[in-house]
């Protein structure tokens, strides 16, 4: 394997990981310290309005910066964001923390990393690769997310066993993450070369806008869409799933931990299947014919009587809900000149960011009158997007190109 790609996967397995071991417990961290559901809910939304805003400054000057440098700020970022929840329960220091640092409440990635990781990738296989290597990449992240949500409910609960109040207990998990931000800005250092931006003919003579040219059409397109998916997606952040299980079934850190264990294992299995199909039946169809029964999966889930019903489609959603991931990455990548493949990762990136951070607020609000409404306002708008993704792509050439 070329060195970049395994450092490449490296850095995604031991962020994921990180993102993972805090998820299970970030929630009840912040319910014991003093935060309602609402103001949980609020500091969800501001992280993620602090991470378009911070990962819009890095990824669009990434491929002109230096796309290394980028990765390294952001793993510092992420080390400084864990020791201020360590050393503080202040509420306004956590906003704050939250807004400028890299904090996941959703167990997925966040910050800098995914874009200019994705532009990296890009350019060092070939595009009939493209797919099949991220699909790889998606898989090792969410089985890295399934060990840490495992680790870091069973280590919590264990801790309390000892004698930890659950707070400390906590405390302990986020040190862990500091420590795993620090050891990424370690790793990265070790990228090469070969791995920075290759400038195009065409960015000569054309303006740069937010670090694209000729491709800011269907990045424009693309963002508007996939900030409609994230909007939804974010009204069931694994946080707030792994409360929700809490309140509503009384599970403990433990069994959170095996239950986002199984999801994200299921989870990552399904971004590998992805790509045979895709080659079957194109991109956007894979991306949008997978994504709608998942969603009604979704929807289901609040819907059951009992917690084992309630699991079951949980489960089931997660082995086909990724599914769109490598795709809808591969699909980003094939329609824009290698040179704005940092900008436009980044910039549909951003839009997500901005569309999943309206939601967690709203869900906050929504968790103390209705336990399940998020679920069912998730999976509907969800289906929403699939419809209007599938209206506007599926004639498109590249989306057959793998």
């Not at 690769?129 to 991220?134: A, D, E, Q, S």
């Not at 070369?193 to 693309?222: D, I």
């Not at 997606?233 to 069994?255: K, P, T």
């Amino acid at each position: 394997m070329n060195r970049n790609i395994f450092f490449l996967f490296t850095t995604r397995i031991l962020r994921l990981f990180g993102y993972g071991f805090l998820s299970v417990v970030l929630a009840l961290y912040l319910s014991k310290s003093g935060f309602t559901d609402a103001l949980m809910g609020i500091l969800f939304s501001l992280t993620l309005v602090g991470d378009a805003g911070i990962s819009l400054l890095l990824t669009t000057t990434a491929d002109r910066f230096g796309r290394k440098k980028t990765l390294i700020i952001g793993a510092l970022l992420m080390m400084a964001a864990g020791l201020v929840f360590i050393l503080t329960s202040n509420p306004l220091l956590l906003i704050l923390a939250a807004i400028i640092g890299v904090i996941s409440p959703s167990g997925n990635e966040i910050g800098p990393f995914l874009p200019v990781e994705q532009a990296m990738l890009s350019q060092l296989v070939s595009k009939e690769r493209r797919t099949g290597l991220f699909a790889w990449y998606n898989l090792a992240g969410s089985l890295a997310t399934a060990l840490g949500a495992l680790i870091g409910g069973f280590l919590a609960k264990e801790l309390q066993y000892q004698g930890l109040s659950p707070l400390d207990s906590y405390r302990v998990i986020l040190c862990g993450y500091a420590l795993i931000g620090g050891l990424l800005a370690l790793v990265f250092t070790g990228l090469t070369g070969a791995s920075e931006a290759v400038p195009s003919s065409l960015a000569a003579s054309s303006p740069h806008r937010f670090g694209l040219h000729k491709s800011r059409g269907v990045v424009t397109k693309l963002s508007l869409l996939f900030s409609l998916d994230a909007f939804a997606g974010c009204f069931v952040l694994q946080s707030f799933m792994a409360y929700w299980f809490h309140v509503r079934f009384n599970s403990d850190e433990a069994m959170l931990g095996s239950i986002f264990f199984g999801a994200n294992l299921l989870a990552g299995i399904s971004a590998l299947l992805a790509v045979p199909l895709a080659k079957k039946i194109g991109l956007i169809r894979t991306m949008v014919f997978t994504h709608l029964p998942s969603n009604i999966l979704l929807i289901l889930v609040p819907l059951m009587p009992n917690f084992s019903l309630a699991i079951t489609m949980l489960l089931l959603r997660f082995s086909i809900s990724q599914m769109d991931v490598p795709t809808r990455q591969a699909y980003t990548m094939a329609v824009v000149d290698p040179d704005e493949r940092s900008a436009a990762a980044g910039i549909t990136g951003i839009a997500r960011s901005v569309g999943a951070s309206i939601s967690p607020a709203i869900a906050g609000v929504l968790l103390s009158l209705s336990l399940g409404a998020p679920f069912i306002i998730a999976g509907t708008l969800k289906i929403v997007y699939d419809f209007m993704l599938f209206r506007s792509f599926r004639a498109s050439k590249v989306a057959d190109e793998l």
